[in-house]
């Protein structure tokens, strides 16, 4: 059993989204063990689960990206004050961060305090910015993110590729320890998806499921066209939890076919109410995925003992194995997806097997918050004896 550690969590997440889930499950997972934590974040945070901060929100319409970025930067130095203050009221045995552009922060303070410094990442910010976002400070941007991954005692990526990406980047191989995403497995026992099937009309149906974000790339409107191609009588239905960018173009989809009784849209719930959304569900679809990701998504899935269907990219098969606890397709070969999915809707046997040993992955793989948080606290522990002596 590991000592009870004192730990100093810093982050930036101003919304309520999967990363403010991540956020707070492994806080949790750390309270779990016996740790004692304490929060260095943005004080202004939405309530509701999928809220953005209003304020943050506008200030992205209304200025341009420079001084968006500048003032990031300003936060940034801001934020080391909320820090350092933090650290000498609350007497930290180790600084546990979560990454993010233009937060030097947490570097600042190791390197002030000599405290030991984990660091999780989740993303290549200044790659992914530059590509998808814009990013106009990009030479400064890249500089202050490789300083923070060579300055972190340990840092945690969340996929073999990324951990790639950073090695390519110049962070020290023997720094980087791989930490895949998790779930609280006590949250998916004695699933019953009884009351949302009587809700949205599916007692004997099929139904495929998607949780999250709902953006083009995602392709849910193939999945839509799949549907299509069934008989009233016989056809499977679809539930889409979650709202994004892409679900006006679901919704006219589904109208333009003549379906949208069997596409149903539950938008953004609370998120104690997931689990049983996801007992509502028969065959789980991740139909696209970032490529150094680790998808809350999926751990979801697998928890709740659903047969999925996935691209089979590195990242997803360092945590699926096809036609064993999941079924794979090769990445944007939607017309293989369409016959992987058919293949279940016709085959309950197969779902039930693949949703069964994708709920033992999750055991066998220590696909959990708390393995992730003991994980953390066992490689804390020597750093922080050696900073002792």
């Known amino acids: 059993m590991t000592k009870k550690l004192r730990i100093l969590y810093h982050h930036r997440i101003a919304a309520q989204d999967g990363q403010s889930v991540h956020v707070a499950e492994l806080i949790h997972a750390f309270e779990t063990l016996g740790h004692t934590v304490h929060m260095v974040g943005p004080s202004l945070r939405p309530k509701e689960f999928g809220a953005e901060n209003r304020f943050l929100d506008w200030l992205r319409r209304a200025l341009p990206d420079f001084m968006l970025e500048v003032m990031e930067l300003a936060y940034g130095m801001r934020d080391y004050l909320k820090l350092k203050a933090a650290y000498k009221s609350f007497g930290p045995d180790v600084l546990y961060e979560r990454h993010n552009l233009f937060l030097p922060a947490g570097r600042w303070l190791k390197e002030k305090t000599d405290l030991p410094y984990l660091l999780e990442v989740n993303a290549p910010l200044a790659d992914e910015r530059s590509r998808y976002g814009g990013l106009k400070l990009e030479k400064l941007a890249?500089?202050?993110e490789r300083k923070t991954w060579c300055a972190a005692d340990r840092i945690f990526p969340v996929s073999d590729v990324l951990a790639d990406i950073l090695k390519a980047e110049?962070?020290?191989?023997?720094?980087?320890?791989?930490?895949?995403?998790?779930?609280?497995?006590?949250?998916?026992?004695?699933?019953?998806?009884?009351?949302?099937?009587?809700?949205?009309?599916?007692?004997?149906?099929?139904?495929?499921?998607?949780?999250?974000?709902?953006?083009e790339w995602h392709r849910l409107d193939h999945m839509i066209d799949l549907i299509a191609n069934y008989d009233a009588a016989d056809s499977p239905h679809m539930l889409i939890v979650g709202d994004g960018p892409a679900i006006p173009m679901c919704r006219e989809r589904a109208e333009k076919l003549g379906i949208a009784d069997r596409i149903h849209f539950a938008g953004f719930i609370d998120r104690m109410h997931i689990p049983e959304h996801l007992a509502a569900m028969d065959i789980a679809l991740q139909p696209a995925v970032t490529d150094y990701a680790s998808p809350l998504k999926l751990f979801e899935y697998m928890a709740a003992g659903l047969a999925i269907v996935a691209p089979a990219q590195p990242n997803i098969c360092e945590i699926l194995e096809d036609d064993k606890d999941a079924l794979l397709f090769a990445p944007q070969d939607f017309d293989a997806a369409d016959a992987l999915i058919r293949r279940l809707i016709e085959d309950a046997a197969l779902r039930a097997r693949l949703g069964a040993e994708a709920k033992r992955t999750i055991e066998r793989r220590h696909y959990t918050w708390v393995d992730n948080a003991a994980r953390i606290s066992a490689i804390a522990e020597p750093l922080i004896e050696a900073r002792k002596s």
């Open 170 to 215: 110049g962070a020290p191989e023997n720094s980087i320890t791989v930490l895949h995403n998790g779930i609280d497995p006590a949250l998916y026992e004695s699933l019953d998806g009884t009351a949302i099937r009587q809700k949205y009309g599916l007692e004997g149906r099929t139904v495929l499921g998607f949780t999250g974000f709902v953006r």
């Open 142 to 144: 890249r500089s202050l």
